[in-house]
């Protein structure tokens, strides 16, 4: 359950789109790091009282490594400026009976100003939207698709397998400019545009954002197990049932390591295996990268070898997809690993985007 602190703000230290990195001091004389959303609990100062769960942090689970403060008691912030009793400023409740839910403006409501667009909408009209089981995907697969089509309007959907808040992700914060727009679904929030499902995030991504390509991959933060099915990626699976019954493209990203130490992982990860074999009921493109070291492309061939009878295995030149990657806009990281030490994840990731650039008209 709940580990609380209490302690007072000494310093700031970095801040990025919707969130403030802070050091708190304790009442034992010792110093926590500490994360807080302004949008949330207000914006901290030096000297401020905090409220923090530090749970996750003292545990050391992989959650950035963060306290999170729950709230500045002694400076509440104010009130939103709109009218408390209507739902003009939207009902759409996230992180739903938790202490902190938001009440935010879906992008369907009655109260949108997208909600005619989307009242109606029942399709993608073949948008390609590429899936990905790990929010360290997005920049490579970006790289892809803007290695061959620089001017693609590409939208994101963050869904809520890791992290809630898209305020978390440094990564988001430094792709803004390079997106047309960040959908956060499901329990998720804090995107450009509220969706309650990734349903209805899907379609207005193609009719509000009017994406030419879709990405759709969880926060930071992938909850697993070491099961089978014990994994948050699972719902890339049922991301591609969605994209498919809507009338979309689906390209499934594949998690293809020859460098991460657990076996499960190794190839192509049992996430990817479990989640396009067994839970994606309609079928995909699967994208494998040319050029992998020879052991490794004969790893990952035997293990899509039974996914050939449901979904379509592709292998896409990595001509320039390396320059693309060290261009990006963003640092590249997974698990800890930077491009060079884990160079088949993030190229797998991009040949992906690389993939459903093709598939633009």
Do not use: C
Request: no cysteine.
């Amino acid at each position: 359950m709940v580990r609380w602190r209490t302690g007072t703000v000494a310093t700031l230290r970095r801040q990025w789109t919707g969130a403030v990195e802070l050091d708190v001091d304790l009442p034992d004389g010792t110093r926590m790091r500490a994360l807080a959303y302004p949008e949330l609990v207000g914006t901290p100062e030096p000297g401020d009282r905090v409220l923090l769960n530090a749970g996750a942090l003292l545990m050391g689970l992989g959650t950035g490594g963060y306290a999170l403060v729950v709230a500045l008691p002694d400076r509440l912030p104010p009130d939103p400026p709109d009218v408390a009793d209507t739902r003009d400023a939207g009902h759409l409740v996230k992180a739903r009976y938790t202490p902190l839910q938001p009440i935010l403006l879906g992008v369907d409501e009655e109260a949108s100003p997208h909600r005619d667009v989307l009242a109606d909408a029942d399709g993608l009209g073949g948008l390609p939207v590429v899936t990905a089981d790990l929010h360290s995907a997005l920049p490579a697969i970006l790289a892809g698709i803007r290695a061959d089509a620089p001017q693609a309007r590409v939208a994101y959907l963050l869904t809520d397998g890791g992290a809630l808040p898209a305020w978390f992700s440094r990564t988001l914060a430094g792709l803004r400019a390079e997106l047309a727009g960040t959908i956060t679904v499901g329990q998720a929030f804090g995107g450009d545009l509220e969706a309650t499902t990734l349903h209805g995030g899907l379609l207005a991504a193609r009719y509000v954002l009017q994406a030419d390509v879709a990405i759709v991959a969880q926060g930071p933060g992938n909850l697993g197990t070491g099961t089978r099915w014990g994994f948050s990626g699972v719902a890339v699976g049922e991301a591609v049932n969605a994209i498919a019954t809507l009338g979309g493209k689906p390209v499934g990203s594949l998690r293809i390591s020859d460098a991460d130490p657990r076996p499960r992982h190794r190839g192509v990860s049992h996430h990817s295996l479990t989640a396009y074999g067994r839970v994606a009921l309609a079928p995909a493109e699967l994208v494998v990268p040319e050029d992998l070291a020879p052991s490794l492309a004969t790893e990952v061939h035997a293990a899509l070898a039974p996914l050939a009878a449901r979904h379509r295995i592709v292998r896409v030149s990595t001509d320039g997809l390396d320059a693309a990657l060290r261009a990006s806009a963003v640092p590249l990281s997974t698990m800890g690993r930077g491009l060079d030490a884990d160079h088949a994840y993030f190229l797998a990731a991009a040949a992906a985007g690389r993939h459903a650039a093709a598939l633009l008209p």
